[in-house]
T-cell receptor
């Protein structure tokens, strides 16, 4: 069975500081991994995804994530936080065996201080 | 541009009422999903569908049913609403591309349901 753990339900950073949101996954098969972002009163939108090409994945708005199989991690980073990055971020995993059922983490709310 | 729409952004219903939440996608996607989102719990899958007239239970199907009569439309039904079904409901869709898998899910804006 697959699962996703996001470390930290809330993360607060200063504007211009590094953003690091942590995600660990469990999967018995090679996974597909995703980061989604949810702005207030909106649905989720895809930030980036890993589908077995390059292990360092670049997404929208300057975010990137690195797939580390040995650590079963897929942490999300951005070198310099912007006020507009304040949102909730969800890590997700799906398998390759068809159906594309996706398991989501509990989410991490990012606060950006001026 | 990809679009998933949900019939209502906000709903207030009484305990015991039958509630219909509608979701429509315009991407000709095969797969459609209903989730509920609660603080600290992330998204939990209620039901999903891989094809017209086909449905499968997700992780928390109790108290819900679904209908998919047309490819573009997936309805969630609360047969008799209860206060513990107060939540944000999100619909999503994804396509099938054989050999790739892990398709991105495209989400609607959500319906915030309050059951009194």
């Amino acid at each position: 069975a697959q699962s996703v753990t996001q470390l930290g339900s809330h993360v607060s950073v200063s504007e211009g500081a590094l953003v690091l949101l942590r995600c660990n996954y469990s999967s018995s098969v090679p996974p597909y991994l995703f980061w989604y972002v949810q702005y207030p009163n909106q649905g989720l939108q895809l930030l980036l995804k890993y589908t077995s090409a390059a292990t360092l994945v670049k997404g929208i708005n300057g975010f990137e994530a690195e797939f580390k199989k040995s650590e079963t991690s897929f942490h999300l980073t951005k070198p310099s936080a912007h006020m507009s990055d304040a949102a909730e971020y969800f890590c997700a995993v799906s398998d390759r065996t068809g159906g594309f059922k996706t398991i989501f983490g509990a989410g991490t709310r990012l606060f950006v201080k001026a | 541009d990809v679009k998933v729409t949900q019939s209502s952004r906000y709903l207030v219903k009484r305990t015991g009422e039958k509630v219909f939440l509608e979701c429509v996608q315009d991407m000709d996607h095969e797969n459609m999903f209903w989730y509920r989102q609660d603080p600290g719990l992330g998204l939990r899958l209620i039901y999903f569908s891989y094809d017209v007239k086909m449905k499968e239970k997700g992780d928390i199907p109790e108290g819900y049913s679904v209908s998919r009569e047309k490819k573009e439309r997936f309805s969630l039904i609360l047969e008799s609403a209860s206060t513990n079904q107060t939540s944000m409901y999100l619909c999503a869709s994804s396509g099938n591309r054989p050999g790739t898998g892990g398709e991105t899910q495209y989400f609607g804006p959500g319906t915030r349901l309050l059951v009194l």
